[in-house]
């Protein structure tokens, strides 16, 4: 392979221990995230009540458009096995109870709480299986980065841009900004592949793919650019509208001021 | 100036200097035809200095970058320092961009610096074009200029492409896939010029040091001498200068070049690499670390050219369905062929319009006064028609972040630009032909009747009316400083026959000064007097 | 407007009589009043106000110098960590703002000085016609006509056709020595990496895919068996890259040629567009269309990648697929025609 000698800093026997230093705390933070959140798991277990108390929830809320038992109609689809991870989505997001109709559901102010949101998710999994709510160990930011960047340019870059900024599809569809969207969210939009995003089920993207995908996302939302304040991440056409309106802007600006006659 | 020449008698070291320099290279004589030239000053001079100013902070951010940058495609995996790339296969190409950027200490200072230069350089370079089209500055002497300066735009254009492929990322890997696309269209030797381009299959191992040697040696060695010659050209025509009283073809006013144009010129470089600087050094520009290395099946949305090769992209986009047929066993791809040649004939128009002027009008005398737009209304409408094709082809490579960014379906913000792209050329040469007629009837009823002054007086009849102040003759001169031009019959030749060169060129005048405000002449503004008097 | 048919005149320069063309030369012109007088400065009436610009231009060469020492400082002040990039943007913001103000001092100063306390009068210099004097033209005349007597270029027309024809030849080695930078593509576009029983892998590790894998609404990001073991990895990927989809299989419109390429309602296509190449890679579950993020090609996957919308014309090749023994999804042959861009002799 080929040999790359920039910067010999990095060899040097103190960055080396550093490296490993921080490599350890890694992942030993990770390790320690990993076996609490196996611990703290609320996959797939929901109580009695909570199916009950979302059917209530469900039939005052949804079910004029999904159906009394959540069938579908037309004005909704069936949400038979779409799982507890499509209604944590949908309605954690705001997205559900939809609002009228236009190219795609939007992002809203979320209407139902923490516990009714997981009643709901709790009803709507009683009724076929489906997927879960994600566990929390494939929503930490531990995963390899890399991997995550690689995978993520290659299955959802062309939709939601490299950093994910969000970008166009047909007919007034949108691809949303990936940036503050919860990792939990991510997860269950990968799984469940929500309106017009296709599905990326766990043959596919394996549960450590998708952490990886998160993570990867979480470490861009981190970092910000290096190079200072980044325009939108929109590249080059967001770049060229800034050079003409404020950098050749102030210029001209600038050479008023050379042109003017002093008092 | 103070500067000794070898006349003078000895005393200190800056004397001692310049004699010893013109003894050897005659610095005195240089100083003496030049020191005094007399340079016109208008902001909007400084326009083109702008872009030679950016050029050179290309010249030395470049050279600081070769340093480091190797233009390999040779696959390494990468081991530096950024974390979401550590292991990932890449060009070391990419790889060291990504050291320059992160491993030396302002490297990517130097990297944004270059990148925003040179975006800068492209787009000072055609408002400067711009300024010299609208104050119809190509004309008798300097139409060779013009077409010199159009041959830098264009040598920009292709600098900047060339260097925003050299990373070898995944955006610049797109855009190289697109110019792979675009060659392979052109008929008979597509294939072949790809595969010459690329050095066989795309994208193969050799375009980016190829494209390396264009854009570090041949590139910059052409605008250099191209530069030189537009600046040679400009000495011997000596500058422009705007109508005015005491401005005439056959004198130049304005500020001698030792001290005044030396230190405003000089001091503006520095401001424009100050500004350069200051945008390097807070805004992000082309974040290669997020797109990841080229790799032909990914892609971004929002994947873009820069901004000065978007109009090309635009023009792509914007061709309509099905255009490609088959000739025989052959594929004629006229969905790419059509925005190639409407790119070309443009371009191809830009360069020649001077003289597609010159035919027209017939004017042969030398122009050294510049124009008023509002006084050429045919030119300054032809001029707005060809901005807002080239900016409406300009949108037409960012439909899809206009639908996202204002909400709207893509498939209807293109259909729209589509529509603009025939529309908006016509309405925008209508509007801006209205207005400048309108403007010169003004300039005509403020010369005179002169300037409104808003003061209402009442008569001794009882008559109210405004107080209009006149002009001084300084302010009336600038408006009134400027030649009109009438069309011309198609007259037949010695042989008594109407040639059809004749026939197009009566049909062009027409349409050029057919509509025409002329200038107040001394007769109608003494008559304008006459009459005031008698009221 | 007001004219009055005035007759077309010739403009009259210094020596020399040139056309006006069309333009009319008024006789009554209203004339000029030559240069405006000049506005003189408070810095020239005024000592104080002469010195306090003085302090000014100093203060910003002062600021100047300020700027670029902190630029030194910053130099060393913000090193680059391996372990955070953050050290990164600082570097590049404080050495950045360091040399602006290094910059802007000077300039700003420069401008300043020759603003306030240069002399600001205009000044008129003659400028004379680009073209030579009567004189000068005839002796560069003569010059010519001497050149070509010495010379006997118009007289020996043998020399000077040979000449022409020998400065017509001579480039065309400079550009035939250019032919090896890139073989002669053949065939190689016509075809890929794939080939009857090769299977279908998942984009970028190479892991087989089940048929089962696939379920309804999932999209797969494909590459061919043993792609990353490829000697021209690359350059394979650019022509065999697909996209593999399971719709209902009621809803795909197949021609009768094409009823076997499919698998239980699962397809593959290229994924490179053929438009200019771009990968097509955005698929609306609902919608079954895919669009090319570069120029917006639309192509209907139902349809068999007809196209929709935007610049392309051709339909997405199709890669017809089956599955093997094993129940992993592989490939029936190669592609039937060129994938990627339109070319002349596809």
């Given amino acids: ?263 | 100036m103070s500067t000794a020449t070898a006349t003078k008698k000895k005393g200190g070291f800056l004397a001692g200097t310049a004699n010893y320099l013109d003894e050897r290279v005659g610095v005195a004589g240089i100083l003496k035809e030049f020191g005094r030239k007399v340079f016109p000053d208008h902001w909007s001079f400084m326009l083109g200095e702008v872009a030679l100013y950016s050029f050179l902070v290309l010249l030395l951010s470049g050279t600081f970058l070769t340093f480091w940058f190797q233009p390999s495609m040779v696959p390494v995996i990468y081991d530096g320092v950024y974390g979401p790339l550590k292991g990932a296969d890449m060009s070391v190409a990419y790889s060291s961009t990504l050291d320059i950027s992160f491993e030396v200490r302002g490297g990517l200072l130097m990297r944004q610096v270059h990148h925003w230069s040179a975006l800068l350089f492209v787009a000072a370079s055609g408002l400067h074009m711009l300024r010299i089209f609208f104050t119809g500055a190509f004309r008798k002497p300097r139409e060779i200029n013009w077409v010199v300066g159009f041959v830098l735009f264009v040598l920009g254009m292709a600098g900047g492409f060339t260097g925003y492929s050299l990373p070898d990322d995944l955006l610049s890997g797109n855009g190289l896939r697109i110019i792979d696309g675009m060659i392979k269209g052109i008929p008979f030797i597509g294939a072949y010029t790809s595969s010459l381009l690329f050095g066989g299959e795309f994208p193969g191992e050799a375009i980016v040091g190829r494209l390396y040697s264009l854009h570090i040696m041949l590139i910059p060695a052409l605008i250099l001498v191209f530069v030189a010659v537009h600046l040679f050209m400009v000495v011997i025509h000596k500058h422009t200068h705007y109508s005015g009283p005491g401005r005439r073809d056959d004198n130049v006013v304005g500020y001698p070049l030792m001290p005044v144009y030396v230190a405003k010129a000089g001091g503006f470089f520095f401001i424009v690499f100050g500004v350069i600087m200051l945008v390097a050094a807070t805004f992000t520009i082309n974040p290669v670390w997020s797109y990841g290395g080229y790799d032909p099946s990914p892609v971004s949305a929002g994947t873009q050219p820069d901004w000065y090769i978007g109009w090309l992209d635009g023009a792509l986009r914007l061709a309509p369905t099905h255009l490609e047929f088959m000739v025989g066993n052959n594929t004629l791809s006229m969905n790419i062929l059509l925005p190639m040649v409407v790119g070309i004939a443009f371009l191809v128009v830009v360069a020649l319009y001077p003289f597609i002027e010159a035919w027209v009008t017939g004017d042969k005398r030398e122009h050294h006064v510049l124009d008023r737009p509002r006084n050429a209304p045919t030119r300054t409408a032809i001029g707005a028609a060809g901005v807002t094709f080239y900016a409406v082809l300009w949108a037409g490579a960012s439909t899809d972040l206009i639908a996202t960014q204002f909400k709207m379906s893509l498939n209807h913000v293109l259909t729209t630009i589509q529509i603009l792209l025939i529309v908006g050329p016509i309405l925008a040469y209508i509007i801006t032909k209205r207005t400048c007629l309108s403007l010169q009837r003004k300039d005509r009823e403020i010369v005179l009747h002169g300037r409104e002054s808003g003061r209402i007086i009442r008569m001794p009849h009882g008559e109210y009316i405004e107080v209009h102040e006149p002009l001084d003759e300084y302010e009336m001169y600038k408006l009134v400083d400027f030649k009109a031009y009438q069309p011309m019959l198609a007259r037949p030749n010695d042989k008594g026959v109407i040639t059809l060169r004749s026939r197009i060129r009566a049909k062009l005048s027409g349409f050029f000064f057919e509509e025409r405000v002329e200038p107040v002449t001394a007769t109608e503004l003494e008559a304008a007097h006459d009459h005031k008097e008698i009221h | ?346």
């Fill in chain 1, 1 to 263: 392979m080929f040999k790359r000698k920039i910067n010999n800093a990095r060899r040097n026997p103190f960055a080396a221990i550093l490296v490993i230093a921080a490599g350890l705390l890694v992942a030993g933070g990770g390790y320690a995230g990993a076996t609490a959140a196996v611990s703290h798991s609320t996959s797939g277990a929901y109580t009695a009540d909570q199916v009950t108390e979302g059917s209530k929830l469900f039939l005052t809320n949804c079910a004029s458009c999904h159906g009394k038992h959540a069938e579908g109609t037309n004005y909704g689809p069936s949400l038979i096995g779409v799982g507890a991870a499509a209604v944590d989505f949908q309605v954690g997001t705001g997205r559900m109870p939809g609002q009228a109709s236009g190219p795609q559901l939007m992002k809203k102010p979320v209407q139902f709480t923490t516990e009714q949101t997981a009643a709901l998710a709790a009803y709507v999994s009683s009724l076929a299986p489906g997927p879960s709510v994600p566990d929390e160990r494939w929503t930490s930011t531990s995963g390899n980065t890399t991997r995550g960047g690689e995978l993520f340019r290659i299955n959802c870059a062309m939709c939601h841009n490299a950093v994910g900024a969000g970008g166009a599809l047909t007919e007034g569809k949108f691809a949303p900004v990936l940036k503050g969207v919860e990792a939990k969210h991510i997860y269950e939009a990968m799984v469940t592949g929500p309106q017009n995003m296709p599905v990326f089920n766990d043959a596919n993207l394996t549960p450590q793919d998708k952490n990886d995908i998160i993570s990867y996302l979480k470490y861009m939302e981190a970092n910000p650019s290096a190079g200072g304040e980044e325009l939108g991440s929109l590249g080059p056409v967001a770049e060229g509208l800034f050079l003409w309106l404020f950098v050749l802007g102030g210029i001209v600006a600038i050479t008023i001021w050379l042109g003017a006659k002093s008092n």
């Fill in chain 3, 1 to 346: 407007m007001s004219s009055k048919g005035k007759d077309l005149v010739t403009g009259h320069d210094a020596e020399h009589e040139y056309e006006a063309g069309l333009a009319v030369v008024a006789p009554d012109a209203i004339k000029d009043p030559g240069l405006e007088p000049h506005r003189v400065r408070m810095t020239d009436k005024s000592e104080k106000h002469a010195k306090n610009a003085e302090r000014q231009v100093t203060a910003m060469f002062l600021a100047s110098i300020v700027g670029s020492a902190f630029a030194l400082w910053a130099y060393f002040a913000f090193p680059l960590s391996p372990t955070d990039l953050g050290t990164v943007r600082s570097n590049t913001l404080f050495l950045g703002l360091g040399i602006t103000l290094g910059l802007f001092g000077i300039g700003v100063g420069a401008v300043h000085w020759a603003k306030t306390l240069m002399p600001d009068a205009e000044v008129s210099e003659a400028r004379h016609q680009t073209r030579g004097s009567e004189e000068t033209r005839a002796r560069a005349i003569e010059i010519i006509d001497l050149a070509n007597q010495e010379s006997g270029f118009s007289r020996r027309k043998l020399i000077r056709r040979t000449l022409y024809g020998a400065l017509a030849f001579f480039p065309l080695p400079g550009i035939i020595i250019f032919g090896d930078l890139g073989p002669n593509p053949a065939d190689s576009l016509k075809h890929t990496m794939w080939r009857k029983g090769t299977r279908l892998t998942r984009d970028p590790y190479g892991t087989p895919i089940k048929a089962t894998d696939v379920t309804l609404g999932s999209v797969f990001h494909v590459i061919p068996e043993g792609l990353n073991e490829s000697d021209h990895k690359l350059e394979e990927k650019a022509k065999a890259a697909v996209l593999l989809v399971r719709v209902e299989p009621e809803i795909l419109k197949e021609s009768d040629e094409r009823k076997g390429w499919s698998y239980d309602g699962i397809v593959a296509y290229s994924k490179i567009c053929t438009h200019v190449g771009c990968p097509v890679a955005l698929y609306e579950q609902h919608t079954h269309h895919l669009l090319c993020p570069c120029h917006q090609s639309t192509f209907d996957l139902t349809n068999a990648c007809a196209v929709v919308f935007g610049p392309a014309s051709r339909p997405l090749p199709q890669l017809p697929i089956t599955v093997d023994a094993e129940g992993y999804l592989v490939a029936q042959s190669d592609f039937t025609e060129p994938v990627g861009p339109s070319f002349w002799e596809r």
